[in-house]
């Protein structure tokens, strides 16, 4: 996921998404310590992924917070 995707979700759309990102980060983890991950980067991808995303929620409070 690129930034300038996360400016596409809506307010609701980018809960929705960090919680589902943050629920396959935890089955990755799990899965890395009871079995073989295929791709290891993947752990590394949603961590970025949902830092995007909640970067992108503080910046809209703050925007919404200036006014």
């Excluded at 300038?4 to 809960?15: G, P, Q, R």
């Excluded at 009871?34 to 995303?53: C, M």
């Amino acid at each position: 996921m690129k930034a300038n995707e996360t400016h596409k979700f809506k307010d609701e759309e980018l809960k929705v998404e960090v919680a589902r990102l943050r629920k396959s980060h935890y089955e990755l983890r799990t899965q890395a310590v009871t079995e073989k991950l295929e791709n290891p980067k993947q752990l590394g991808d949603i961590r970025r992924d949902i830092a995007r995303l909640l970067t992108e929620q503080r910046a809209r409070q703050l925007r919404e917070a200036s006014k």
